[in-house]
């Protein structure tokens, strides 16, 4: 089985949308669903990729020819958000559990200064990191496909292998209390392992 960690897509995204009823469990159930359906039928052997977290806290920017000052600015952007990210999961102290499902998967959340409320949600999959590597990074512009938060994510433009500049248009939701608002990212993926 897999330990991953991932961000409440509009939960952390959306401030507007911390606060609602169900929408942690909601984006819980629906991370779940899809990683069971890309499951298959035997266990993977994940174990054997397994690398120190830390590997990624130590990557940073190597510059490349060719870039436009304007394309370094989102990968610096990139690059950074993904130092705080990584430092501020691997940080064991200050989480609360919010709620513990009935197979152990927890959603926990720690408030930070500058940036508010975070989640993160602790599962165990048994999934090899390909799959899920490729539906969470490759396959990014079909999050609303499984995220009912997400009406649409769209690829705007690519800078190298790991930066992107990304769009997003939450989802409306029920009864029109809050309509869907547009956002657009710097987004840094990379992976090392199985992190």
């Known amino acids: 089985m ?12 959306y401030r507007h949308m911390r606060n ?18 890309l499951a298959g039928p035997s266990p993977s052997n994940w174990i054997s990729q397994v690398r120190r977290r830390s590997s990624l806290l130590s990557s940073r920017i190597r510059e490349v020819e060719g870039y ?34 009935a197979n152990g998967d927890k959603v926990l959340s720690k408030t930070l200064p500058d940036i508010g409320k975070v989640f993160k949600l602790e599962v165990m999959l048994e999934q090899h990191p390909d ?16 995220n009912p938060n997400v009406k649409q994510v769209k690829i705007l433009q690519k800078i190298g292998q790991d930066t992107m500049v990304t769009h997003e248009v939450s989802a409306e939701t029920p009864g029109n209390v809050v309509g ?16």
Request: overall charge negative; glycine content about 8%; proline content about 2%.
């Open 2 to 13: 897999l330990p991953a960690t991932f961000k409440l897509c509009a939960g952390i995204s």
């Open 20 to 37: 609602m009823t169900g929408l942690r469990k909601n984006a819980m159930v629906a991370i779940h669903h899809e990683l069971n359906r």
């Open 68 to 101: 436009s000052e304007a394309e370094m600015s989102y990968v610096k952007q990139g690059e950074d958000a993904l130092q705080k990210a990584i430092s501020i999961l691997s940080e064991q102290d200050g989480w609360t559990i919010e709620t513990v499902a």
């Open 131 to 146: 799959n899920l590597y490729e539906e969470l990074v490759g396959n990014m512009e079909q999050m609303g496909d499984w």
């Open 180 to 195: 869907p608002r547009d956002f657009v990212s710097v987004r840094c993926a990379k992976r090392r392992g199985s992190t």
